[in-house]
Nanobody
């Protein structure tokens, strides 16, 4: 069974930065993709950024040029560097990791971390 532990959320002023981390542990043979989603009150869950095993990244239009997703394969950890934060970035951020382990394919979610952008 694979577990994810997120960290790095908090309160930040508009224009500020935060870095989220998500560490995967357990029986992991390989990771296909890692992603960050967010869910704001009254809105649908949004895919923020993804990174595949070969390092290919993709971003929601709303965060392009401001957010950067990266990973440390040796640590099975994915990061989300968030710069130039705006109030509309306020949400609970969730990481998602898909891959193969024991007993088979896994698609696992983190517990969520609150990001609040406010003055």
């Amino acid at each position: 069974q694979v577990q994810l532990v997120e960290s790095g959320g908090g309160l930040v002023q508009p224009g500020g930065s935060l870095r989220l981390s998500c560490a995967a542990s357990g029986s992991i043979f390989s990771i296909n993709a890692m992603a960050w989603y967010r869910h704001a009150p009254g809105k649908q869950r949004e895919l923020v950024a993804t990174i595949t095993s070969d390092g290919t990244t993709d971003y929601a239009d709303s965060v392009k040029g401001r957010f950067t997703i990266s990973k440390d394969g040796a640590k099975n950890t994915v990061y989300l560097q968030m710069n130039s934060l705006r109030p509309e970035d306020t949400a609970v951020y969730y990481c998602n990791v898909r891959g193969w382990g024991r007993p088979g394919f896994f698609d696992t979610w983190g517990q969520g971390t609150q990001v609040t952008v406010s003055s």
